[in-house]
């Protein structure tokens, strides 16, 4: 086994112990029994002793966290330069020539150094002003896919960008209380993260460290060498293509391709020599190397008309500004609106109805208002929630003004439950999203759960709101009929009762037989008689159903739906499997109704592969996504929905 290998294992292993332990000390289900767990702990301890690397987070290191009065700062020993950018792909092409060189994506998050010495992790210093950089040593320590020690028992120094991807991000996010400010992007919240006093705090954030480069080590001709060597030391390294002068151009199309995808933040993609004495020849100037060079997409700029700005209320009670112009093209895609974000930045721009503006896609994603041609300055803060009507109140923290509604029970403030209840594992309305969701909770057309299964009777409102035309109202109607067939499963998790997510909503129903007025009316003796309940939820549920309120809301609700009854297979021939299913699918609609049959059957649909997946489904075996890596990485079967379809057929596996 290579050290690829080993250390994908060393993760899953981590992973599995720690969740196992969280789950005992907390007193919930025990996962695992205790001999199982030092199986596992041995099994980890020799992988660790035998390759030389221990990972973050290991629990066979002894977890300290550190809390510190201030970051101190110390000097780098090699100066950070910047790196020489380009907008133009034939620039960077004619730039690097006949020359090989490493194409990756330039992570925007924040760059760090670290040091080893002995084969341990001694130091780790933010990039800072490139001369003087902040140690952050502890923080370093909790980055979840860091190697704190490896094989190498020489010094090396190495960079890296410390990142947050974005599926994290967004569950960092949703984790905060209604009353507390969302972040607004992954880059923001690693570097705070990074930067954080007390390294508990870092711990909590999943910060992932992704090196691009070596600074000092054992010597290496290339870079492409440096960067494989890195790999097998334990680091996650950044992805990168081999190329030269004449394969640039369609490289970065390439990129360009994956970025909506990655998971991870990048603004731009870097060039590197990859002859190392070469590059080094080349010397650098007073403010870039001359090895490398850095390619930003060239922001494609549409000058519009401004119509109106919208103030959009959140869950969180801020009140933010929404740019509405008239539709341009932009990378691609029409694009009316863009957020202004605070109030700060609306009257830097100057803004007034019937400005002209231009608009861009920030790192050809995100639309932005570059510049007012105008300069009206007519726009006004309201002094009304434009949800509730209740008065508004305008702050002004650190220089940075923000509007706030302050009413408690202003509808805006529960989107998040809305949210859940048209989600797939819940009701399962195709094609509303959040947005969607606030929009219509502006407009006042939806202020309980049942007013969802109502939009159909407001057409005209709807119709004439931006975005929305005959079609797109079609779908949502639709969406919303076919969505009144539901299980009682699915509505007990739509409900957003503490505790009861998508397992044990399943469990309640399933002891109830899908008896939705035998589930309202249990106790907690009943509810804590269920095998995986216990009495933390069993208190929560009851106090949910007996609060009048919430009942008369679920009431309303139930009277919109049709819940079936699941037929169970009445077979167990998947009992003991642990399925993951990516891709495409073809004889089933989607994988919530593959997902169905497999848990009828005993088995079990995970949603990432690890040493416990029995099987990972995928139509397309030959795909180099990352759960068919991962899936080969551990030795895991992929297989395609055809197999599957066959085992159902015959109940068994053959």
Not at 350 to 373: C, F, H, R, W
Not at 456 to 464: G, W, Y
């Amino acid at each position: 086994m290579n050290k690829i290998d080993v250390k994908a294992e060393m993760l899953d292993l981590i992973e599995r112990l720690n969740e196992a332990s969280r789950a005992y000390y907390q007193g919930t289900k025990e996962l695992i029994s205790n001999l199982e767990y030092d199986e596992l702990y041995d099994r980890l301890e020799a992988l660790e002793k035998n390759s030389g690397i221990i990972m973050a987070g290991s629990p066979t290191q002894k977890v300290g966290y550190e809390v510190i009065s201030a970051l101190p700062k110390e000097e780098h020993e090699h100066p950070m330069l910047s790196l020489d950018k380009t907008k133009d792909r034939d620039t960077l092409a004619s730039w690097l020539g006949s020359h090989r060189g490493l194409l990756s994506w330039k992570l925007d998050g924040l760059t760090v150094v670290l040091r080893y010495e002995g084969g341990k992790l001694t130091k780790a210093l933010t990039r800072g002003n490139g001369i003087i950089g902040e140690v952050i040593t502890g923080n370093a320590r909790t980055f979840i896919n860091l190697p704190l020690s490896i094989p190498y028992m020489g010094n090396l120094v190495l960079r890296g960008e410390a990142i947050i991807t974005y599926e994290d991000f967004r569950k960092i996010n949703e984790s905060l209380p209604d009353n507390e400010e969302h972040y607004k992007n992954p880059r923001n919240l690693c570097s705070g993260s990074v930067r954080q006093l007390n390294s508990e705090i870092t711990a909590q954030r999943r910060v992932r460290f992704i090196a691009f480069g070596m600074v000092s080590g054992p010597e290496f001709d290339l870079r492409s060498e440096e960067m494989d060597w890195l790999d097998s030391q334990g680091f996650e390294t950044v992805e990168r293509k081999s190329l030269i002068g004449d394969e640039v151009v369609k490289a970065i199309s390439e990129y360009e391709n994956k970025v909506a995808d990655n998971p991870y933040p990048s603004d731009g993609l870097v060039v590197v020599l990859d002859d190392k004495a070469y590059g080094k020849s080349l010397g650098a100037t007073a403010k870039f190397p001359r090895d490398a060079m850095a390619f930003k997409w060239r922001d494609q700029i549409a000058e519009t008309t401004l119509k109106e700005i919208l103030w959009s209320a959140s869950r969180t009670g801020l009140i933010n500004p929404i740019a509405i112009f008239e539709p341009v093209s932009l990378e691609g895609t029409e694009v009316s609106r863009a957020s202004l974000h605070n109030v700060s930045i609306m009257k830097a721009l100057k803004l007034g109805v019937g400005d002209k503006i231009t608009v861009y896609k920030a790192n050809m994603i995100i639309p932005q208002v570059s510049e007012n041609l105008s300069k009206s300055n007519t726009a006004e803060i309201p002094e009304e929630c434009p949800v509730c009507s209740s008065k508004t109140l305008l702050r002004n923290d650190n220089g940075v003004m923000t509007l706030h509604c302050l009413n408690d029970e202003c509808p805006a403030k529960s989107v998040k439950r809305f949210t859940l209840l048209t989600g797939r594992n819940a009701l399962d309305i195709d094609g509303v999203s959040e947005a969607t969701l606030e929009r219509f909770i502006d407009e006042g057309l939806v202020k309980e759960p049942a007013d969802i299964f109502s939009l159909s009777s407001q057409k005209e409102k709807i119709t004439s709101m931006e975005g929305f035309g005959e079609k797109s109202f079609e779908n949502l109607v639709n969406s919303i009929e076919k969505a009144r067939k539901t299980t009682a499963a699915k509505l007990l998790y739509a409900l957003g009762i503490p505790g009861v997510g998508v397992a044990n909503a399943k469990l309640i129903a399933k002891a109830c037989e899908d008896d939705w007025d035998r589930i309202i009316s249990l106790s907690e003796d009943e509810i804590q008689s269920i095998e995986g309940v216990g009495p933390v939820i069993a208190r929560d549920f009851v106090a949910y159903f007996r609060n009048p309120a919430k009942l008369d809301e679920v009431n309303n609700l139930r009277r919109e739906l049709d819940i079936e009854k699941r037929k169970g297979s009445g077979e167990n021939y998947f009992v003991g499997l642990t399925f993951v299913i990516t891709g495409k699918l073809e004889t089933f609609q989607n994988r919530d109704e593959l997902k169905a049959v497999i848990e009828d059957a005993g088995g079990k649909v995970s949603g990432s592969v690890s040493s416990r997946t029995s099987y990972l489904i995928n139509n397309d075996l030959t795909s180099m996504s990352g759960k068919n890596k991962r899936a080969k990485e551990l030795g895991v079967n992929i297989v395609d929905e055809a197999t599957v379809v066959s085992w159902i057929k015959n109940k068994k596996v053959l």
